[in-house]
């Protein structure tokens, strides 16, 4: 969705009454696309923050502050040397372009010096260029005469603006009407194509604004009017773009550009901080998962060689009773296998260095070591499957989230079982657990865990006489009803089981069994991992996945 030069006119608009006068308190580059500034202004300190990706370029007001690198960037510190506390005189968009500047004035301990910051918002090709004097003081991505370039952005070069497009301004009246002589049928795409600084979404508003056709004085009035009613676009109830003005019925509307922008970007940040997260835990929790399940198949293996370990008991029994017939050095022997009911006999390999007796022994303490060793692997295999269920239910979980906080509780669990290591060593503070899931029905409270430590937890927090709920044959979340001692209904039981059912791995099979019980009949075993419980005297219903976001506070 690419900001052009139409919506951009509104934003330095918007920003120059808002920072004009302003004073910079602080820089930082949180990522190697990204410029954040603090700026002092008479209404508050305000953030402004710059993109400069090929996906999302912009310049907005925002409310967050983003984690910046401890070593800063060398762009950044060459804009905290030149542009520490100077002051905003002017910010301008360059006609037509995707172009805007700031004008600073720089106060040293020696003098006072005018300076300029270029911001190029033109996707992959976005830049950011410090001028003194029309000379480039430093860029963001700076380019060598060598390379294969129509612009040098590097210390030292005169600075020259990005090459026009080959269109006509929507100020040029004279052109644009030499150009609607050989107007096309699909107005959208010939405005997007052939004027200036008009991307195919707003000409798509334009067309649907005043029909296919629309007369030159419309859509001049359009580009050039003034007219300004700022707002966000959803589709599927998810914000899908932001607008100067639009003709969509989704709109919702905001009190300036700036805000519309901002609301925007604040979903899509939060989006893809959430993708990215979930994509890290996932990876993390798929090498587990690998893990474990290399480890039971090798335990599966070890336990297969143990089969054998009968015959070998076996092979030393008949070695034992046939002793006087097995003359010293013999490599075989061939004994009638009386625990075969046809009487068929088997052919025993002997170690020729070995007297008759010792080679008895050896088979003996064979079985002996493969029985140990059967004993020990089972009882790892059983560690290892219940592990296994452990991480499929945490992975259940994490199919489950649907916000940050959900990610956050799902990486403090894989912390606190040693399957991840926090990126910065937190210093000790007082838990701060996160509250489940809390939903209102028809009087009675309903909570469900957003992971396994959750889940734990809202266990012990239920009292004795409270129902507790659980998909029967998927890993789910734990949900509970407070009773405080009245009888649930069957409505708000079905409500809670279908809460249940959405936040499960099988929450797209239809309606499937959820078991409920009372609290008091829910135990979780000593040891036991997180979220694992045993539970005794419960009832079973059907139920498919409901979210119930209208119940939920």
Not at 78 to 106: G, P, S, Y
Not at 242 to 270: G, M, W
Not at 332 to 356: H, M, Q, R, W
Not at 447 to 468: E, F, T
Request: hydrophobic residues 35%.
């Amino acid at each position: 969705m690419p900001q052009d030069a139409f919506t951009i006119k509104y934003i330095a608009s918007e920003l120059k009454e808002r920072l004009i006068g302003g004073k910079i308190s602080k820089i930082t580059q949180p990522s190697k696309d990204c410029l954040s500034f603090i700026i002092y202004t008479q209404n508050g300190s305000v953030k402004l923050e710059t993109c400069l990706s090929a996906k999302g370029c912009r310049i907005n007001l925002c409310k967050t502050e983003s984690p910046a690198p401890k070593t800063a960037p060398s762009f950044c510190m060459l804009l905290r040397k030149h542009l520490q506390n100077a002051q905003i005189t002017n910010i301008e968009q360059i006609e037509d372009e995707r172009v805007i500047f700031l004008d600073f004035l720089c106060t040293s301990e020696f003098e006072i010096v005018p300076m300029r910051l270029y911001l190029e918002l033109m996707g992959k090709y976005s830049n950011a260029a410090l001028v003194k004097d029309g000379v480039i003081l430093g860029a963001l991505k700076q380019t060598a005469i060598g390379e294969n370039t129509r612009r040098v952005l590097f210390s030292g070069v005169k600075y020259t603006l990005p090459a026009g497009q080959d269109k006509i301004s929507p100020n040029d009246r004279k052109g644009l009407e030499r150009l609607f002589e050989n107007k096309t049928s699909d107005l959208a795409k010939f405005i997007s194509d052939n004027i200036k600084g008009v991307a195919y979404s707003t000409a798509l508003d334009i067309a649907i604004t005043y029909g296919e056709n629309a007369t030159l004085e419309q859509i001049q009035d359009y580009l050039c009017g003034g007219f300004c009613e700022p707002c966000v676009i959803y589709q599927d109830g998810e914000p899908v773009d932001f607008k100067v003005r639009s003709a969509d019925k989704s709109a919702k509307n905001y009190p300036s550009v700036l805000e519309a922008q901002a609301a925007f970007y604040a979903y899509i940040t939060q989006k893809d901080e959430f993708e990215l997260k979930k994509r890290r835990i996932l990876t993390i929790l798929n090498s587990a998962l690998k893990k474990c399940e290399k480890r039971l198949s090798e335990e599966s293996q070890k336990l297969l060689e143990c089969d054998g370990a009968d015959n070998i008991r076996l092979k030393g029994e008949l070695l034992t009773a046939n002793l006087y017939k097995i003359e010293r050095g013999a490599d075989k022997f061939e004994a009638v296998n009386y625990y075969d009911e046809a009487g068929g006999t088997i052919t025993i390999a002997l170690d020729k260095s070995l007297s008759p007796a010792d080679n008895a022994q050896k088979f003996f303490r064979k079985y002996a070591k493969l029985k140990r060793t059967a004993a020990s692997v089972s009882e790892q295999k059983a560690q290892t499957e219940d592990r296994l269920k452990y991480l499929n239910s945490i992975k259940a979980h994490l199919f489950s989230a649907d916000c940050l906080c959900d990610l956050q509780a799902i990486e403090e669990e894989l912390i606190s079982c040693g399957i991840s290591k926090p990126e910065i060593q937190p210093k000790k503070k007082k838990d701060e657990a996160l509250p489940p899931r809390t939903y209102f029905v028809d009087g009675f409270k309903i909570i469900s865990g957003r992971n396994n430590l959750q889940n734990d937890r809202l266990l012990k927090r239920l009292a004795p006489n409270d129902i507790w709920l659980h998909t029967q044959s998927y890993h789910s979340s734990h949900v509970g009803i407070i009773t405080d001692g009245k009888p649930v209904p069957d409505e708000v039981l079905l409500v809670a089981a279908e809460i249940c059912v959405n936040y499960s791995d099988g929450k797209s099979g239809g309606k499937i069994p959820v078991d409920y019980a009372l609290a008091k009949f829910v135990k979780k075993p000593s040891g036991g991992a997180a979220g694992f419980v045993v539970y005794t005297d419960y009832k079973t219903l059907l139920a498919e996945a409901n979210p119930h976001e209208n119940s939920a506070q």
